[in-house]
């Protein structure tokens, strides 16, 4: 029966030789035939499993992965030829063993298709990861290259469009160290380079001539090229660049189905280069919108000493709705202005509008010895605009006369100045005003106080006073309980008086909401302090 069985069959007599041996097992193994020793007619991998099977010898380790393995319990798996066999065994007469042989090509296929499907998965996987966990774009090139020259080629270089006269690149070779360059370099040398830079899909270059590989590409340690592939990375509406795979000669070609999973892995490398970039370009602009829109710092204002402390209702967020500018006197012994807003509002439309006020006040400091010219000009300014949008303001123009300052306060809208005395008394300046934005006609008084050497002119928005919190955790901070608080700064110089009041409004508001807060010091310097100045 088994003589004419479709399987290739072998008999095989306990002293390893060949006893019988059907058709199909003959047209499959020539050499196979009785008194055949079983070594000398199959595959090793046959006779191997054989010995371990009689005990004819010890066990050897599991193969590695292109030897024949275990395909079903006591059944082995190894190729003849270009076809792929299962060698299932029985036992036969005495010692003998039985070898039945199925043709198993197909099964191995689909199995080998499956297991390479399921490691790319898992790569693409781990490139997703990699790549989005960092919105910085050298990172981003560095993990695309060293990944691809890792599970893709044998080296990889990852080169962005042309910025100025030189294009970045990241290579990573076969030792998986990654080198990142600014390199001026012609596209045009490379097929396919040019056109994946711009976006469109190359034509990939196999088995190219290694001598026309430029040697920024084929560097020493990948030895000579036999392959290259040359693939865009997509970006968001723009090119991100072009991943270039390179293989050593003697390794075999780029295959299709590998032409299109470096495709599928240049897709996501694209998008999160893509992002990345687009994520510096939004910081830089935004660092440099910041930069106008954060309050200057100084220590002292035309001999006038001067501290002001600025602190955003969120803590992550750089500007707000308070904001204070500090316009120095254009000539010798003129005033110079310091003004302290705040806007309706928080966060980045507060600082927008925040922006708007402070670059329209420049433009009108040549009038800033006329406050209330200066605020009705203001005020048709925001009319032309979002009536819910609004200022309160409060303009200081400081002058040093000898030994005291002079200040001009002009309230718009805003809480009125305190005084603080040398001698610990607490004063409120008596000037008042209309907010701005909202009224088509504003009113404003301005008051002159003259501040002796000691005093303090102190200027708050009502982050400070309106501060929720206290025992009970609903109290607000208070003008009264500032007062208070202001007659313990008597003689302190203006830092530690703005350093007081932003520590006394934060601890009030603990743990809880708090707007912003801007506190500002004008202070008349003590006899020996601010002379030199």
Known sequence: MWQD??????????????????????????????????????????????????????????????????????????????????????????????????????????????????????FLAEASNELL??????????????????????A???????????????????????????????????????????????????????????????????????????????????????????????????????????????????AAMSAARLYAEQTAITETLMRELLPPSTSHLDGVELSARYRPAGATELVGGDFFDLHPATEPGGESLVVLGDVCGKGLEAAVLTGRIRTTLHALLPMADDHRR?????????????????????LASVR???????????????????ILRADGRVEESRTRGTLIGMLERITSTTESVVLEPGDTCLLYTDGVTEARGGPLGDELFGEQRLREELEQCAGMPPEAVTERVQMLAAQWAGGGDHDDVAVIAITAPRAGRGAER
């Open 5 to 122: 069985a479709p399987y290739p069959v072998l008999l095989i007599g306990g002293d390893g030789v060949i006893g019988l041996v059907n058709d199909a097992a003959r047209a499959l193994l020539p050499a196979a035939a009785p008194g055949v020793p079983l070594a000398d007619a199959v595959p090793a991998w046959l006779s191997r499993a054989h010995d371990t099977l009689t005990g004819r010898s010890s066990p050897v380790p599991p193969p590695p992965l292109s030897e024949p393995r275990a395909a079903s319990e006591g059944a082995v798996r190894g190729p003849v030829g270009d076809r792929m066999f299962e060698a299932h065994p029985s036992p036969g007469d005495g010692s003998s063993v039985v070898w039945w042989l199925v043709d198993a090509t197909d099964h191995h296929r689909v199995s080998e298709a499956l297991r390479i499907e399921r490691r790319r998965t898992a």
């Open 133 to 154: 966990s960092s919105l910085n774009l050298g990172r981003c090139m560095e993990v695309t290259a060293r990944l691809a020259a890792r599970h893709l080629a044998d």
């Open 156 to 270: 990889a270089l990852v080169i962005l469009p042309k910025s100025g006269h030189r294009h970045s690149v990241a290579y990573c070779g076969p030792d998986g160290r990654v080198v990142r360059e600014s390199l001026s370099v012609d596209p045009m040398q490379v097929p396919g380079l040019t056109e994946a830079l711009r976006g469109f899909p190359p034509t990939p270059s196999r088995w190219i001539d290694p001598a026309s590989v430029p040697g920024w590409m084929a560097r020493g340690e990948l030895g000579e090229p036999g392959s290259m592939v040359v693939t865009a990375l997509p970006g968001h509406g723009v090119p991100a660049g072009a991943l270039v795979l390179l293989r050593r000669s003697g390794q075999g070609g780029f295959s299709e189905g590998e032409e299109v999973f470096a495709r599928l892995f240049a897709a996501r490398a694209g």
């Open 374 to 394: 200066l605020l009705g000009l203001l005020n048709d300014v925001l009319l032309r605009g979002d009536r819910s949008r609004f200022v309160t303001l409060v």
């Open 400 to 418: 040093r006369d000898g030994p005291r300052v002079t200040v001009r306060l002009t309230s718009a809208g805003h809480e009125p100045p305190l």
